[in-house]
Structure formats: C-alpha cells, structure tokens
C-alpha cells in the first residue's frame, strides 16, 4: 500500500502564502503523476495542481500564476507553493499520487491523503 502524509495547511489572511508538502511511502513501484485536489464546502472536489514524472505541471484556471507545484521524484514528495491567497481558495486540500505498487505491478491506481486545512481570512 501506499501512505501519503500531508503538512503545511493553516490559516492565513487575505494575499498571505502557505506551503503544503507532502510525502508518498510504502510499497512504491513508481509514480506517475503526484498532485493537489481541494474541496470546499458544499462543492465538489476539484485539481489544484499536478506534476507528472516527466516534470509536466497541470494547473486550474483559478491558480495559476499564484500557485506553483513541485515534485521530487527520489523523495516521492510534491510541494505546492502558495501566493497571493484570497477567500475562494478556502478548503480542504488534498495530496494525490498515481501510483503502482510492488504488489500489483499492473494497477495504477490514485492514492490519496487525509487532507489538509486551508482557511483564507479577511
């Protein structure tokens, strides 16, 4: 199996920044793509941020030239920087990662983490 450990989530005022890290482990074969899924109240869970192993990043329109992902493929690790932060980005933030394991070598398959709180004050 995979464990996927989240850090970095707070609560920050309006046009502040915040860091969330996170880290993959266990039975790892390899992964193909690590990430950042949010989910407010009341809404669906939607992508944040994605890095591919190829080093490809994904972003939403709502983030991008504010919010920069980055991976390490050795660590197994994706870090999302955060800037200019507002209201709307309040949510629960989510590490994701597809990857195949040492026990099923034909099966990618999303990993997820337990979620990271990020409240934006006015």
Known sequence: QVQMV????????????????CAA??????INAMGWYRQAPGKQRE????ITSGGRTNYA????G?????????KNTVTLQMNSLNAEDTAVYFCNAW????????????????????TVSS
């Open 6 to 21: 989240e850090s970095g989530g707070g609560l920050v005022q309006v046009g502040g920044s915040l860091r969330l890290s």
């Open 25 to 30: 482990s266990g039975s790892i074969f390899s």
């Open 47 to 50: 992508l944040v941020a994605l």
């Open 61 to 64: 329109d709502s983030v991008k």
């Open 66 to 74: 504010r919010f920069t992902v980055s991976g390490d493929n050795a």
């Open 99 to 118: 990857a195949t394991t040492t026990q099923a070598l034909g099966v990618t398959r999303a990993y997820w983490g337990q979620g990271t709180q990020v």
